[in-house]
């Protein structure tokens, strides 16, 4: 059972253009409106994408009667305060990673949604993509034996830019709630399989750092967290060091070597995975082509939620969203890293 959700879309930047245009491809959502604190740029994006209505503000669309479901895609200290207007605005919430600054403020997030009744989902696209679906199965059903370790990474080398988002405390920049939250939801997920759950949280973790000496945010980051069974995961991100990424999952009977974890298909590209089995000569290959762009998964994930009468989505639930958060903050705090006053 489906439901066809109207989608509005809430800000104009990279992510909100790449959700919209694979909404597009989605079984089950169409864009009906677009926000953004300018005029110009929501007509420009309405433009772009079929003349659907304009706003010229967040309040705006919040108010348009033909919206359901709201995309919010701002840089991350607006996610809470606009999550928590359109819920009040009795709109579902498709809310991009992380959900918050921090696990309180991620908590306040999930006690409105409950209070109010709407569905609410963390943005992480690869959860809903047939290859996380694939991966999590194979460790559940002992393709590789007992799990003993999880290494994931997400390191971009890119210059240091005082502008850009990802350098300015202001807007939560750093590498950790940008990238390290991907390393961080894909071992919880991977732990918590072997054990036959959605996700795990782990019993230690251990975490440092690097501030980069001019912004002050985190620009390389390591962490060691371990899981009940013994299993260990291996977590780096970074955005100036080196360009590393992707996950490998070791067990007592082989491993699985996955290139692209965070961003399955992304572009149209037919990505996989292999599976290596102790004592066998080849691999398993096990390839994942395109019927849909990456976010159309998530997409119909949440209409398929909404149709069934939930307010959680079982990719991402808000048990699993708060572990994350808890997990994070964790990291943060042993960097040196706060948004105190965001």
């Given at each position: 059972?489906?439901?066809?959700?109207?989608?509005?879309?809430?800000?104009?930047?990279?992510?909100?253009?790449?959700?919209?245009?694979?909404?597009?491809?989605?079984?089950?959502?169409?864009?009906?409106?677009?926000?953004?604190?300018?005029?110009?740029?929501?007509?420009?994006?309405?433009?772009?994408?079929?003349?659907?209505?304009?706003?010229?503000?967040?309040?705006?669309?919040?108010?348009?009667?033909?919206?359901?479901?709201?995309?919010?895609?701002?840089?991350?200290?607006?996610?809470?305060?606009?999550?928590?207007?359109?819920?009040?605005?009795g709109k579902h919430v498709l809310c991009e990673k992380p959900l918050t600054l921090r696990l309180a403020d991620s908590q306040e997030l999930v006690a409105a949604a409950r209070a109010r009744g709407g569905l609410l989902m963390e943005a992480y696209m690869y959860r809903c993509h047939p290859q996380t679906r694939q991966l999590a199965g194979?460790?559940?059903?002992?393709?590789?034996?007992?799990?003993?370790?999880?290494?994931?990474?997400?390191?971009?080398?890119?210059?240091?830019?005082?502008?850009?988002?990802?350098?300015?405390?202001?807007?939560?920049?750093?590498?950790?709630?940008?990238?390290?939250?991907?390393?961080?939801?894909?071992?919880?997920?991977?732990?918590?399989?072997?054990?036959?759950?959605?996700?795990?949280?782990?019993?230690?973790?251990?975490?440092?750092?690097?501030?980069?000496p001019r912004s002050q945010t985190d620009d390389h980051a390591v962490a060691v967290a371990k899981f009940s069974g013994d299993i260990i995961a291996e977590l780096s991100c970074g955005s100036t060091v080196v360009h590393d990424i992707g996950a490998r999952i070791h067990g007592s009977a082989g491993w699985i070597d996955v290139p692209t974890?965070?961003?399955?298909?992304?572009?149209?590209?037919?990505?996989?995975?292999?599976?290596?089995?102790?004592?066998?000569?080849?691999?398993?290959?096990?390839?994942?082509?395109?019927?849909?762009?990456?976010?159309?998964?998530?997409?119909?994930?949440?209409?398929?939620?909404?149709?069934?009468?939930?307010?959680?989505?079982?990719?991402?639930?808000?048990?699993?969203?708060?572990?994350?958060?808890?997990?994070?903050?964790?990291?943060?705090?042993?960097?040196?890293?706060?948004?105190?006053?965001?």
């Amino acid at each position: 059972m489906t439901v066809q959700l109207n989608w509005g879309i809430l800000t104009t930047g990279w992510i909100a253009r790449k959700f919209v245009t694979d909404l597009r491809q989605s079984r089950t959502g169409r864009l009906v409106a677009v926000g953004a604190r300018r005029l110009a740029d929501a007509e420009k994006f309405a433009a772009d994408f079929g003349g659907v209505r304009a706003h010229g503000s967040y309040a705006a669309l919040l108010a348009d009667p033909a919206v359901q479901a709201v995309y919010i895609g701002t840089p991350h200290p607006w996610h809470k305060e606009w999550t928590l207007r359109a819920l009040a605005a009795g709109k579902h919430v498709l809310c991009e990673k992380p959900l918050t600054l921090r696990l309180a403020d991620s908590q306040e997030l999930v006690a409105a949604a409950r209070a109010r009744g709407g569905l609410l989902m963390e943005a992480y696209m690869y959860r809903c993509h047939p290859q996380t679906r694939q991966l999590a199965g194979l460790v559940r059903d002992g393709a590789i034996g007992e799990l003993r370790l999880i290494r994931a990474s997400f390191n971009v080398c890119r210059d240091f830019d005082p502008e850009h988002r990802l350098f300015q405390r202001a807007l939560g920049g750093g590498a950790i709630l940008d990238l390290g939250c991907y390393p961080v939801s894909f071992s919880r997920l991977i732990a918590g399989a072997a054990r036959g759950q959605p996700f795990a949280d782990p019993v230690e973790f251990h975490a440092t750092g690097r501030r980069h000496p001019r912004s002050q945010t985190d620009d390389h980051a390591v962490a060691v967290a371990k899981f009940s069974g013994d299993i260990i995961a291996e977590l780096s991100c970074g955005s100036t060091v080196v360009h590393d990424i992707g996950a490998r999952i070791h067990g007592s009977a082989g491993w699985i070597d996955v290139p692209t974890p965070f961003f399955p298909g992304l572009e149209g590209r037919t990505d996989g995975f292999t599976l290596h089995r102790s004592g066998t000569a080849a691999p398993e290959t096990f390839s994942f082509p395109v019927p849909a762009g990456l976010y159309a998964y998530e997409a119909d994930a949440v209409a398929e939620a909404v149709a069934r009468g939930e307010r959680e989505v079982p990719q991402m639930t808000w048990a699993d969203t708060l572990g994350n958060a808890a997990v994070l903050d964790a990291w943060l705090a042993a960097a040196g890293v706060d948004y105190d006053g965001l």
